[in-house]
């Protein structure tokens, strides 16, 4: 069995860490690092998310430096899994660098999509590298069968976003609970004070949208979503009996449909854009988000809450702990590319702790300490500090990651969403999700 065991640094450590990466550290001389590349083109695919912009402004600097050209093509979440895994299967080298959802990792390395960049990395100034300064509950997303696969760039985690401005009009404290979460959305979504502001919108859309919402929530419900997948598991995927019909996995679903009738109309159908744009345009008071899509709301370009809404530490269930959902981006070289080395020199250029923090700058999401402790990038994007503290609580295996997770994942939120328009009950819908989960990880050997 494919497994990954990640290993926490002290908090020393980290103080040291954040020492050695200071911005006084980053003088790299690029020019007799990188080779030259002059006439190449590199294609990089990648998901269409926000930091696409960042990471096309960026990329010419690198041109810059070795005479390549970049392109840089984005697509949509399943249109971009389904792409990369064709053109895997037809040993396609069209792309050189891909960037895939940190839970599709397993199923790359077992397909023979990547190269696994483990000795790449060894063989690089650790300076560049500085494999420790990433965040480590995000990090662990790039490793799978005991090695480093990818480079963990552009790492995701929740929070809660909410409208500051409505809360203090209301006299209304941040929810912490779930209870609390649920009544400040029902008290915006039918109080006559508040008439076009729904309470919450989240993610209810059937398939992958619905079912990575479970994974995100079940952790601080209290929950696990197989027997062995818990924060601090020394082994998560040793027992992988699904729990997705426990008392407290169906107690979640029932929230989630209890939460229905404060949010906005069709909230059944939202998925990531639905509900990132209610907020954006001002009409749900409340999202839990990831935080890749958290500058969007500062353009006033495209958004009416630029300078109204705060963020706060995802909410829990009585009597467990905030556990916020990690998710993101790894950069991988494609296995069957015809540019290795270019895709590994823009790769180590990309990541290294000096990009990284004009990628963030540019919009880019955060995956390292240093970043998240520069004063550069606080300053420019006062919700990092909270962001920080959400990473450092987040667990690094909150979805599964072999080769089984996207159809796991689209099974799951069928039923979820079973649940929430009222198709099943909450324990029909998760007693069938079991049950069909259970056959899946029986035929594939993951489970007796």
């Known amino acids: 069995m494919n497994r990954y065991r990640g290993i926490l640094k002290s908090a020393s450590a980290l103080a040291v860490l954040a020492a050695l990466y200071s ?227 169906v107690e979640m679903i029932q929230f989630f449909k209890d939460m229905v009738p404060y949010g906005p109309p069709g909230v059944e159908q939202f998925a990531w854009d639905e509900r990132a744009n209610a907020f954006t345009q001002g009409k749900v008071a409340m999202i839990n988000n990831w935080s890749v899509r958290t500058p969007l709301f500062t353009d006033p370009d495209i958004s009416k809450v630029t300078d109204k809404f705060g963020v706060a530490m995802f909410p829990h269930a009585e009597g467990a702990k905030a556990v916020p959902p990690v998710g993101g981006w790894i950069m991988c070289v494609n296995a069957h590319s015809t540019q290795k080395d270019a895709a590994w020199d823009f790769m180590k250029w990309f990541a290294s702790p000096e990009i990284h923090k004009e990628f963030v700058l540019m919009g880019g999401p955060p995956s390292r300490h240093s970043a998240m402790q520069d004063e550069e990038i606080v300053a420019e994007q006062p919700w990092v500090p909270t962001l920080y503290e959400s990473a450092k609580a987040a667990w690094a295996e909150l979805r599964p990651r072999h080769a089984l997770t996207f159809e796991m994942i689209d099974a799951l939120g069928l039923q979820v969403n079973r649940a929430i328009v009222g198709d099943a009950s909450p324990q029909e819908a998760m007693d069938e999700a079991n049950e069909r989960i259970s056959r899946m990880l029986s035929r594939a050997g993951y489970i007796n």
């Open 23 to 249: 911005p006084h550290a980053w003088a790299v001389d690029w020019s007799s690092e990188l080779g030259d590349h002059n006439g190449k083109t590199l294609r990089v695919q990648t998901i269409q998310d926000p930091f696409i912009d960042a990471l096309k402004e960026i990329s010419p600097k690198w041109s810059g430096v070795t005479g390549a050209d970049v392109t840089v093509e984005g697509f949509g979440y399943d249109p971009l899994h389904e792409k990369q895994i064709l053109s895997c299967s037809q040993q396609d080298s069209g792309y050189d660098v891909l960037f895939i959802d940190g839970i599709w990792v397993g199923e790359f390395v077992e397909a023979g999509c990547i190269d696994p960049v483990e000795d790449l990395v060894a063989a690089t100034d650790p300076e560049i590298a500085a494999m420790d300064d990433y965040i480590e509950s995000f990090k662990g997303q790039a490793y799978w069968d005991g090695k480093l696969q990818c480079l963990p760039i552009a790492g995701y985690w929740h929070m809660l976003h909410y409208r500051k401005d409505l809360f203090e009009q209301a006299g209304l404290k941040v929810p912490e609970t779930f209870d609390e979460l649920k009544e400040t959305a029902r008290f915006f979504a039918e109080s006559p004070d508040f008439p076009d502001v729904a309470g919450m919108a989240m993610n209810f859309q059937r398939g992958s949208a619905a079912g990575q919402q479970f994974f995100e929530w079940i952790y601080s419900a209290g929950g696990k979503p197989w027997e062995s997948n818990y924060p601090g598991s020394s082994d998560a995927y040793a027992d992988q009996t699904p729990l997705f019909n426990s008392e407290k996995a």
